[in-house]
């Protein structure tokens, strides 16, 4: 079959990018996907059981920071497009660990541009995606949101790193005309969330009764858009989107983590029958995160205004179906917690 379009994504095993491969496949039965992923032990082909099977999809086990791989790719697959959103992505490990942050984050981003400059130098009808994150921005005081124009500031290693991979992106339209967009989106929550990030760890710690370990006094605010919205923001910008422009993406929900884990302690309690908030018990605030940035807000305006993207659900909307989809596949939840799990969970919390 001739494809109209061949998009690589990288990072498709993970969590946001099983959610936009299994969009795209809904949407573009025209396009093949190429999911490019390590697996690590965020990557889980597990995510796309549903579509693995469609022809349009292939997927390539191979690492963003291998030259050759990644030569490869071009040689076999021809694509047209990169979605790149493979990263090392959770801050607290990031903390532990800089390095690998660097390697994947910055080298892996690299590696993926030089073959791209390479294979495409600036033919307009190519495009390079790379999906950050609005960490880059730092951390904001009580008023102010993120917007495109905000001068970076990044705080932690992993926002650093991703910093660096944005700047890199940037350095390469700008040099050698390298079709180009960039989005930086807000905190995503949904399915298939590896159980290290807030929500759904809190989520799999509830079902256990286990301690529910909120950092410092858990008044850090976040803003948080439903994976599936993300996702779809993507495909807007991927087709709508100016080459060369940046889009901030979220879904102006700001929230306390206390309050938010509050609201999951009363909506999972519910959705359990068992007294609603008696979960409340079981938090404990810990030892802070080195360097915690306090509050995270996206002004989504230009996305709205331009490209005409809203998101398609409430927070209350958006938390019940994920509360209902990890309740209902708890062997999904026990299988990723299973393993190294245990040892990470015990290195980040044992002694908190
Ligand atoms: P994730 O950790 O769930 O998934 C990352 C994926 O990248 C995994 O499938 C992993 O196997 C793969 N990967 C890691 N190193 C690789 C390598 N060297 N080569 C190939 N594949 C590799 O991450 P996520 O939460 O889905 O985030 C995806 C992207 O979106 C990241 O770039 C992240 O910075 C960005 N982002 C995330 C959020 C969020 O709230 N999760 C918000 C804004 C932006
Ligand atoms: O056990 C916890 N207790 C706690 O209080 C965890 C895991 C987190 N927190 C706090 C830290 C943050 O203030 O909850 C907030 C959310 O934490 P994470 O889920 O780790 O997300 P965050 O650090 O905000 O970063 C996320 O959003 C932006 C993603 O991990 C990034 O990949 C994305 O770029």
Redesign the pocket.
């Known amino acids: 079959m001739e494809y109209q379009r061949t998009i690589v994504v ?8 099983s959610h936009l491969i299994r969009l795209l496949l809904k949407k573009y039965a025209d396009y093949r996907i190429v999911n ?9 082909l597990g995510n796309l059981k549903d579509v693995e099977n469609n022809s349009n999809y292939t997927f390539v086990k ?4 291998n030259a050759e791989e990644v030569e490869k790719l071009f040689t076999v697959y021809r694509p047209d497009s990169f979605i ?7 801050v607290d490990r990031s903390i532990e660990d800089p390095l690998a942050f660097i390697e ?2 910055i080298k ?1 981003t690299a590696v993926l541009l030089n073959a791209c400059r390479k294979h495409w130098g600036n033919d307009e009808s190519k495009l390079f995606y790379h ?4 960490e880059v921005f730092g951390s904001l005081g009580d008023d102010g949101m993120f917007t495109e124009t905000t001068a970076y500031d990044p705080r932690s290693p992993y926002s650093a790193s ?1 910093a660096s991979s944005d700047h890199l992106v940037r350095a390469y339209h700008h040099t050698y005309g390298l079709p180009i967009k960039i989005s ?6 949904g399915s298939h ?2 159980p290290e ?1 807030l929500i759904p760890l809190m989520i799999q710690n509830i079902r256990h009764n286990k301690p529910l370990p909120v950092y410092g006094k858990g008044i850090n605010v976040r803003d948080w858009l439903w994976v599936n919205d ?1 996702a779809d923001a993507i495909d807007t910008i991927f087709h709508k989107g100016k080459v060369g422009e940046t889009y901030a993406i979220g879904g102006k929900n700001e929230i306390r983590n206390i309050d938010l884990v509050r609201k999951l302690c009363q909506l999972v309690d519910q959705k359990l029958g068992r007294e609603t908030g008696s979960s409340e018990e079981l938090i404990t605030f810990v030892t802070d995160r080195a360097g915690h940035d306090m509050r995270y807000a996206i002004d989504p305006q230009k996305l709205e205004d331009e490209l005409g993207w809203t998101p398609s659900v409430t927070f209350e909307e958006g938390l019940s179906h994920t509360i209902d989809w990890y309740l209902a596949n708890s062997d999904w939840l026990d299988e990723v917690t299973s393993g190294n799990y245990q040892e990470y969970y015990e290195l980040m919390y044992g002694s908190r």
């Open positions: 990288t990072g498709g095993a993970g969590f946001i990018g490019y992923d390590l697996l690590t032990y965020a990557g889980n191979g690492d963003i920071c790149h959103l493979a990263a090392e992505s959770h994947t984050n892996g999906v950050s994150t609005d991703k930086n989106c807000s905190n995503n929550y969330q590896f990030k993300h």
